[in-house]
C-alpha cells in the first residue's frame, strides 16, 4: 500500500515517502540484529555460569575430602602419640632426679646429658620446665635484710655451680640462659650473684668504687648478677644479646651501669620481675 501510494504521488512527495520506508526498514533490520547479538552473548553467559557452577562444585567436593583426610591423619596421629606417651611415661618420670642432679654443673658433658634427658622426656610430653628454670625451686619468697637471705630463700642458677639468686629471679635466669645457649652454644656466663653481707665487705676492699657500699647491693638482695663471656664488653655480639632480650626475661641493665652512665658497668644486670 506504501509502494501504490508512493506510485500516485507527484515525483517530489513520491521522494520523500520512498527514503521515510528505506530508513524505517534500516531501523528494523538493525533492531533485529542487536536482538539476535543480545540472543546470543545471553546464551554464551549461561554456558559459562553453569561451567563455572560445576567447577565450583567440584573443587568443594575436592576440599571437603582433603579436609576429611586431614582430620583422619591428625586422629590417627594423635593416638600413636598418647600411646607413646603411655608407653614411656614411667621411663621418663624416673629421669626427673638424674636431671635435677645435672642442673647447675658447668661440665659440658653434664650439661649436654642434661639437655638430651630433658629433651626426651619435652618429645614424649613431659612438663620439663621444672628442669629448664622456667619455674622456681623454692616458694619461699619472705623479705629479709640486705645479705642475710636464708639458703632456703635462694635457688641455684644453671651452668654455674654455687651461684645462687632468689627464687623467681633465678627461674628467669635460668630461663633466659637456656635460650642464650640455643642460639650460642653455651649457657651466660656468671662471675657473681647473691652477695651475704659478710661478701659484700670482702667485694668493697677489693674493688673500692666499683663496689656498692655493704648492705645497699642488690648483689644482697639476690636480685643481681656480674656477667662475663662477652657480655662484659660493651659492643660484643653477647652484650647486644643481652639488650635485645633480657627485658623478655625480666631482666634489664641499669642506667648507671649503661655506657655513658655515672658508673659504666657492662656486666652487671638486674632482675626487675
Not at 27 to 53: C, F, G, M, P
Not at 127 to 139: K, L, N, R, T, Y
Request: charged share 25%.
Amino acid at each position: 500500500m506504501a509502494f501504490l501510494n508512493i506510485m500516485t504521488k507527484s515525483p517530489a512527495k513520491a521522494g520523500d515517502s520512498a527514503g521515510d520506508l528505506s530508513y524505517l526498514t534500516d531501523e528494523r533490520i538493525h533492531s533485529v540484529d542487536l536482538v539476535r547479538v543480545d540472543t546470543i552473548t545471553a546464551a554464551q553467559l549461561s554456558r559459562k555460569r553453569a561451567k563455572a557452577e560445576k567447577r565450583a562444585k567440584s573443587e568443594k567436593a575436592k576440599a571437603d575430602k582433603a579436609r576429611k583426610d586431614l582430620t583422619a591423619v591428625i586422629t590417627e596421629r594423635k593416638a600413636t602419640l598418647e600411646t607413646l606417651r603411655k608407653e614411656y611415661a614411667s621411663e621418663l618420670k624416673e629421669a626427673g632426679p638424674l636431671v635435677k642432679s645435672l642442673l647447675g654443673l658447668t661440665d659440658p658433658d653434664a650439661q649436654d646429658a642434661q639437655e638430651s634427658l630433658t629433651a626426651a622426656m619435652e618429645k614424649a610430653g613431659q612438663d620439663v620446665s621444672a628442669f629448664e628454670g622456667a619455674a622456681p625451686c623454692s616458694d619461699n619468697e619472705g623479705t629479709y635484710p640486705n645479705g642475710q637471705v636464708p639458703p632456703n630463700a635462694l635457688c641455684p642458677l644453671i651452668g654455674a655451680a654455687g651461684e645462687m639468686l632468689r627464687p623467681k629471679a633465678a627461674a628467669a635466669f635460668n630461663e633466659m640462659s637456656k635460650a642464650y645457649a640455643r642460639d650460642t652454644g653455651s649457657p651466660i656466663c656468671i662471675t657473681d650473684s647473691y652477695r651475704s653481707y659478710a661478701e659484700q665487705v670482702i667485694v668493697k676492699q677489693q674493688r673500692g668504687g666499683w663496689a656498692a657500699t655493704p648492705g645497699r647491693s642488690n648483689h644482697g638482695l639476690g636480685l643481681a648478677l656480674d656477667l662475663c663471656g662477652g657480655i662484659n664488653s660493651f659492643g660484643t655480639a653477647a652484650h647486644a644479646w643481652m639488650q635485645q632480650n633480657a627485658a623478655l626475661y625480666g631482666w634489664f641493665h641499669p642506667a648507671w651501669a649503661q655506657a655513658g652512665g655515672s658508673l659504666p658497668e657492662p656486666w652487671h644486670w638486674e632482675y626487675a620481675g
